[in-house]
T-cell receptor, first 115, second 111 residues
Framework: DGGITQSPKYLFRKEGQNVTLSCEQN?????MYWYRQDPGQGLRLIYY???????QKGDIAEGYSVSREKKESFPLTVTSAQKNPTAFYLC??????????????FGPGTRLTVT | DAKTTQPTSMDCAEGRAANLPCNHS???????VYWYRQIHSQGPQYIIH???NNETNEMASLIITEDRKSSTLILPHATLRDTAVYYC????????????FGTGTRLQVFP
């Protein structure tokens, strides 16, 4: 089945530790995105990548880092510099080009808890 | 900032039509309106999108006013599984393919 996988579903870390969240897609999509969601809030864009080896900061990139070495993979690292890392993290991917056919597909999310 | 305004919550009886409004008064001529929904603790799911004509698919219908300043998502026969947060999004008209999510409408379908 084609889709986006995120692992793990739940992740627990101690404060001060970096943690990397996995996102893999087999949809052959060029663009990938990372969002953060806090309770009762909408999604906020952290980073996005429109092509391999290139990525751009979103609205809340501070304390996060990404890489895009392969088309299928877009891992997100939550660093110790992120002051409030506990949140629900969502990865998405999309084709590029025609706005009439554009659609973002989302993974199931990773719920990160930092104590 | 989100470019849309939606009611915080709505209720709908099972089997009835759910009509979810959205205001996007500052929308530009080449910007599309997208609807996604998010069932609790899952990733958002695409529903439908449109530019200026009304659209319909197997999930829903999208009615966009002639001036494009507002739209309505219609779920024709709501079921309990349609209980979710529904996001109305105006896609940013640049080459970044970004979507900007607001806080959405929490739709509760009751028996």
């Amino acid at each position: 089945d084609g889709g986006i996988t995120q692992s793990p579903k739940y992740l627990f870390r101690k404060e001060g530790q970096n943690v990397t969240l996995s996102c893999e897609q087999n949809l052959n999509h060029d663009a990938m995105y990372w969002y953060r969601q806090d309770p009762g809030q909408g999604l906020r864009l952290i980073y996005y990548s429109q092509i391999v080896n290139d990525f751009q900061k979103g609205d809340i990139a501070e304390g996060y880092s990404v890489s895009r070495e392969k088309k299928e993979s877009f891992p997100l690292t939550v660093t110790s510099a992120q002051k409030n890392p506990t949140a629900f993290y969502l990865c998405a991917s999309s084709t590029r080009g025609l706005p009439s056919s554009y659609e973002q597909y989302f993974g199931p999310g990773t719920r990160l808890t930092v104590t | 900032d989100a470019k849309t305004t939606q009611p915080t919550s709505m209720d709908c009886a099972e089997g009835r039509a759910a009509n979810l409004p959205c205001n996007h008064s500052t929308i530009s001529g080449n910007e599309y309106v997208y609807w996604y929904r998010q069932i609790h603790s899952q990733g958002p799911q695409y529903i439908i999108h449109g530019l200026k004509n009304n659209e319909t698919n197997e999930m829903a219908s999208l009615i966009i006013t002639e001036d494009r300043k507002s739209s309505t998502l219609i779920l024709p026969h709501a079921t309990l599984r349609d209980t979710a947060v529904y996001y109305c999004i105006v896609r940013v008209a640049d080459n970044t393919d970004k979507l900007i999510f607001g806080t959405g409408t929490r739709l509760q379908v009751f028996p």
